[in-house]
C-alpha cells in the first residue's frame, strides 16, 4: 500500500469519526450589516502573504498556462466553519506545499461562479480538487452527509494532498 493511499485511508477514518458541521445559510446567516453593507463582518485570513490566491477566472488561466492542478474553495465571509478552516492555510508545511498547485476562492455571497460549484448543496467551506483541465476530481474527504466538506484542522492531510497534487505532474490523477 502506497504512502499516499494510506494517508487518505487515515483521513476516511478521521473524517467520518470527526463531527461533520458545516456552515448553511439555514444554520448560520450573515449579520444584517454584512448583508447590506457588502463588507465582512469578520475577516477571514487566507494567508495570502504567503499563499497566492486567484478568483476563478484568473485562477483557470494559471492552471492551463502553469500546467498545474487546483484546489478551489467555496467560502463565505460569515461562516465561523470557514474562519476556522483557513487557519489550515497558515501551517508551514501546507505552505511549503502549495507552490506547485493553483488555489482559487469562490464567495459563495458574491460570486457568479457559485452554481458551478453547488453539486450537493451550499454548505461552506466546500473543498474541489480540479485537475490541470479544470475538471472537478471525486472527492477524497465525502463522507455520507457532505461531498466536499474538508473539516477544519486536517492541516496535514492537506499537505499531504497538496504534495502529492503537486508531484503527479500528470494532473490525471483522482481518488
Known sequence: MSNWLASKLAL???VLAAPSVACSQ????????????????????????????????????????????AVLIVYADWCGVCKRYSKMFQDPEVVKQSKSV????????????????SRDGSYVPRTFLLDKHGTVLDSPFKNKRYSFFLPPGSTEYLAKLLSYMGNNKSGEWSR
Open 26 to 69: 439555514g444554520l448560520q446567516e450573515p449579520s444584517d450589516s454584512s448583508k447590506h453593507s457588502g463588507v465582512a463582518a469578520d475577516h477571514i485570513d487566507w494567508n495570502s502573504q504567503q499563499i497566492e490566491w486567484h478568483d476563478y477566472p484568473d485562477g483557470l488561466e494559471t492552471m492551463k498556462s502553469n500546467n498545474q492542478p
Open 12 to 14: 476516511a477514518c478521521v
Open 102 to 117: 493553483v488555489f482559487i476562492r469562490i464567495n459563495q455571497d458574491t460570486s457568479p461562479y457559485v452554481k458551478d460549484f
